[in-house]
């Protein structure tokens, strides 16, 4: 689908998922009832050759488009994709600076974008990661958000850059006061908006069996962290578990709460203790003759 045809209408229903010999993932992204259009995207990067012989880990990627209709959704799709095509060029970089550079590659392509006609102020949040070794890094911009499930627990691992984000981590206001403020959707970090743009990055240890869930706020707006992890540590006990299983789940939970915007999650489960080939670390290895 090209750029136009998603102005035109939206970003439809997306579901994608596949089994590879170190993680699985799963991609799902609805409109829900409230909005006609999804504005929501998402992409995943992950080569179907045997891992072992990848040149960077794999990559996943949701954006929550602004701008409302024929704006929002084209931004979303035009970051994921630029971010994707980044990653899959296979620049050498160090997988820190190879995650920055696909961000920053998708704020490119949003800000050209938004030079077009009727598409002034539009922008996107992005949220992305990849595996590395036993590591895993996270790049962020918005509030769309990344959780690492690891047992029963289920943390956090970015930092909105919102309004309330701010007044939360002033302490200003309670979690309690933030889920209902006026001021919750303000962002103060997009992409799009100017040609250069400030990433943030966390980087976390990797263990067999961890799930990180990537989402926009149509998802965790409708469900509590906490229940974030339930719902995945639940999905991991069954007989065969698959990141579709925990993906449908969190997706339908917020639908079916009627979560006032479109919800995407991405899961990606990591199924073994070997780890993950890096971004640039095979090219850093094997020089070509």
Request: hydrophobic share 45%; glycine share 8%.
């Amino acid at each position: 689908m090209s750029l136009e045809d998603s102005a035109a209408t939206g970003n439809g229903v997306l579901s994608a998922h596949a089994v590879l010999g170190k993680v699985s993932w799963a991609l799902r992204s609805e409109p829900g009832d409230v909005r006609p259009h999804n504005e929501d995207f998402g992409g995943v990067f992950a080569p179907t050759t045997p891992d072992d012989a990848w040149d960077r880990g794999p990559l996943a990627v949701v954006a929550d488009g602004l701008g409302g209709h024929a704006a929002g959704e084209v931004a979303s799709r035009a970051a994921v994709d630029a971010a994707v095509a980044e990653w899959a060029r296979g620049t050498p970089q160090a997988p820190r600076q190879a995650l920055r550079s696909a961000v920053r590659a998708a704020n490119v392509a949003v800000y050209d974008a938004a030079l077009e006609r009727g598409r002034h102020g539009m922008g996107t949040t992005i949220t992305a990661l990849t595996l590395a070794g036993h590591s895993a890094l996270v790049a962020n911009v918005g509030d769309s958000r990344a959780y690492l499930v690891r047992g029963d627990e289920c943390t956090q691992l970015t930092s909105d850059h919102s309004k309330v984000g701010e007044m939360l981590r002033m302490r200003l206001i309670t979690p309690e006061q933030a889920a209902n403020h006026p001021a919750r959707s303000m962002l103060t970090r997009s992409l799009g908006g100017e040609p250069a743009v400030q990433v943030d990055i966390v980087e976390t240890d990797v263990a067999r069996d961890d799930v990180f869930i990537l989402c926009s706020d149509g998802l965790w707006d409708a469900v509590a962290r906490t229940e974030l992890g339930t719902i995945v540590a639940g999905a991991l006990r069954d007989p065969a578990p698959t990141a579709v299983q925990a993906a449908d789940a969190l997706v339908d939970l917020a639908l079916n709460r009627d979560t006032a915007d479109n919800v995407t999650a991405a899961v990606v489960h990591v199924t073994s203790d070997r780890p993950i080939p890096a971004a640039g670390g095979r090219r850093s290895l094997f020089r070509r003759r």
